[in-house]
Structure formats: C-alpha cells, structure tokens
C-alpha cells in the first residue's frame, strides 16, 4: 500500500452537476499529478501540481481543474459533468516535478455519470 | 498513431510459465521506461523503471528496453496466480512531468 489515498472510493453523479475529488499525497511529496482510466484504457494524464500552482495540463478541457493545499494535498474539480466523464480518477504523487519514475498512486475514485 | 501501444490481450498462462510482455512507442525522445501492475479496482503499483536501453532485473521480473526499435519488454519467470492482473507500461514524457501510459495487457495465470 502507498501512502496516497484518495476520496471517496465510488460516487454516483448526473450529468450536468459538478464533482470535488480528493487526494493526500505521500509523505515528503510536494507534487501530485492526476490521471483519468476509462474502462479498458490506460490513465490519462490530466494535470500537475507543483507548490500549488498547476504545472502541466494534458488535452483535458477547462472544466477540469485542481487545486494544491500548502499541505501538498490536492482536489480536482469537474463542472458540468458529461457521461464520458465516467472513469477511475487517480492521483499520483512525487517528491517533484520531474521525479515521475517513482510516483506512488492511490486507489483512485470511480466516479459513474448517469 | 498513439504515442504507446499495447496489446490489450487478454494473455492466459499456465502456472511456471514465462510472461513476455511488450510495447512500442512513437517519441524517440523517452528517455524513462517504467512497468505498472494493476490489480481490479486498484490503482496502478511501479514494478520498476529503466533509463534509456538496457536490461534492468528484479526477482522474477526483468525489463528490457532497445531504443533502436522503439520496444520495451517486462519479462516475468515462473509466473504465479498472484501475478493475474492488469501490466502498463509508461513512459515519461518529454518535459518530464507526466508519464505516458500504454493501455494494459491483462493476464491471468491458472494453477
């Protein structure tokens, strides 16, 4: 088991409404990243973030977007939620930017648009 | 063409068996190769990484990267049902700060 652990495991949302995912990274990780896994693909990069300021973005619109606490922990926000938004959300964090031969994932959040 | 490609199997070997798995990637600019199992409903755990090309071995797994021809390689030895479970590959891209991932090639492993 890693150190990173996301919240919550599973909800269930409409199509339309906004969703708040939440991540801790590991101790001594200052930059956490966040992927999207749609059922049978590989993880999507969506974007990173580095002493709380967005540091990479990957061909994801506008109404994803993030947020990193001085803490190191981090959120992402959806708005206006579309089915194909169905997908597992992890999160990855690294002791920085560039360290990503070792990033430690959570367990993700499955997160169902209905 | 994606950036990295992989067989999706799915892949089913006895137990004991030795497990090839593969991908290819466009950007001869990767630099780090990494291998990522996956069990159901879990997130991604590294196995291990490789710069550049070479072999790198751990235990029973072995990674292999030739640059020359765009392919990397995670060999598993005396596979176990325990190792059933969904392996990418991913590379990390070339500002460093994302990693690329190929889609998965799900294997199981019967006793």
């Known amino acids: 088991e890693t150190g990173v652990t996301q919240s919550p495991t599973h909800l269930i949302k409409t199509r339309g409404q906004q969703v708040t995912l939440r991540c801790s990274s590991q101790?001594?990780?200052?930059?956490v990243s966040w992927y999207q896994q749609a059922l049978g693909q590989g993880p999507q990069f969506i974007f990173q973030?580095?002493?709380?300021?967005?540091?990479g973005r990957g061909n994801f619109p506008p109404r994803f977007s993030g947020l990193q606490f001085p803490n190191y922990s981090s959120e992402l926000n959806v708005n206006a939620l579309e089915l194909d938004d169905s997908a597992l959300y992890l999160c990855?964090?690294?002791?920085?930017?560039?360290?990503?031969?070792?990033?430690?994932f959570g367990q993700g959040t499955r997160l169902t648009v209905v | 063409q994606k950036e990295v490609e992989q067989d999706p199997g799915p892949l089913s070997v006895p137990e004991g068996a030795i497990v090839s798995l593969n991908c290819t990637y466009s950007n001869s600019a990767f630099q780090y190769f990494m291998w990522y199992r996956q069990y159901s409903r879990k997130g991604p755990e590294l196995l291990m990484y490789t710069y550049s090309s070479g072999n790198k071995e751990d235990g029973r797994f072995t990674a292999q990267v030739d640059k020359s021809s765009k392919y990397i390689s995670l060999f598993i030895r005396d596979s176990q049902p325990s190792d059933s479970a969904t392996y990418l590959c991913?590379?990390?891209?070339?500002?460093?700060?994302?990693?690329?991932f190929g889609k998965g090639t799900t294997l199981s492993v019967s006793s």
């Open positions: 101790s001594g990780h200052n930059t």
């Open positions: 990855a964090s690294s002791l920085d930017p560039q360290g990503n031969t070792e990033a430690f």
């Open positions: 973030y580095y002493r709380e300021e967005e540091n």
């Open positions: 991913a590379m990390v891209n070339q500002a460093g700060t994302a990693l690329i």
